[in-house]
T-cell receptor, first 112, second 113 residues
Framework: NAGVTQTPKFRVLKTGQSMTLLCAQDMNHEYMYWYRQDPGMGLRLIHYSVGEGTTAKGEVPDGYNVSRLKKQNFLLGLESAAPSQTSVYFCASSLSAYNEQFFGPGTRLTVL | AQSVSQHNHHVILSEAASLELGCNYSYGGTVNLFWYVQYPGQHLQLLLK??????LVKGIKGFEAEFIKSKFSFNLRKPSVQWSDTAEYFC???????????FGTGTLLAVQP
């Protein structure tokens, strides 16, 4: 099993550009999450999904959109990137809300 | 609002020293508790978890944690740290109305050889 995978691993954008981060899991998990990690701030939840076709806002959703068209995939989109979105983005999945979350390797995004 | 506090932001220890990292949470009901570790340049991995039962939980790599309900705490311990334990450690708590896992801000541990 690959677990949770993320593409790309690194990306540099210019302000105003758009991009999509892809997360895939092969554990048949219902729940999937997108976090951003910034120094001294821990992990902050951007959006999450409790099943195929569902999405919900987390703690810091502004400037991001998500889609969960297939159970195994969870996409994070930035429509118009800003320097404040420079961060490391982690995807995670879990069987349920209260179970262990399994994390992907992360995407390091720099917005110039 | 629910919160998770890790009061030690940066800890520096010598090899073979004992480790205790604090974690306190604000929710008073039933909770599920987790400690994750993030080695440099890597993703978060589960160290240990507590759902119910014995409040002293054993995890991987010699780590353990004790759930003290009266103190709303779930401190992480290791009797003798190694250089390879250098990492960032995150406490996380599930419970209450948010229906989400709440992470602490992390503790960066540096172990000097």
């Amino acid at each position: 099993n690959a677990g949770v995978t993320q593409t790309p691993k690194f990306r540099v954008l210019k302000t105003g550009q758009s991009m999509t981060l892809l997360c895939a899991q092969d554990m048949n998990h219902e729940y999937m999450y997108w976090y951003r990690q910034d120094p001294g701030m821990g992990l902050r939840l951007i959006h999450y999904s409790v099943g195929e076709g569902t999405t919900a806002k987390g703690e810091v959703p502004d400037g991001y959109n998500v889609s969960r068209l297939k159970k195994q995939n969870f996409l994070l989109g930035l429509e118009s990137a800003a320097p404040s979105q420079t961060s490391v983005y982690f995807c995670a999945s879990s069987l349920s809300a209260y179970n262990e979350q399994f994390f992907g390797p992360g995407t390091r995004l720099t917005v110039l | 609002a629910q919160s998770v506090s890790q009061h030690n932001h940066h800890v520096i220890l010598s090899e073979a020293a004992s480790l205790e990292l604090g974690c306190n949470y604000s929710y008073g009901g039933t909770v599920n508790l987790f400690w994750y570790v993030q080695y440099p340049g890597q993703h978060l991995q589960l160290l240990l978890k507590y759902f119910s039962g014995d409040p002293l939980v054993k995890g991987i790599k010699g780590f353990e944690a004790e759930f003290i309900k009266s103190k709303f705490s779930f401190n992480l311990r290791k009797p003798s740290v190694q250089w390879s334990d250098t990492a960032e450690y995150f406490c996380a708590v599930y419970g209450g109305a948010t229906n989400k896992l709440i992470f602490g801000t992390g503790t960066l541990l540096a172990v000097q050889p």
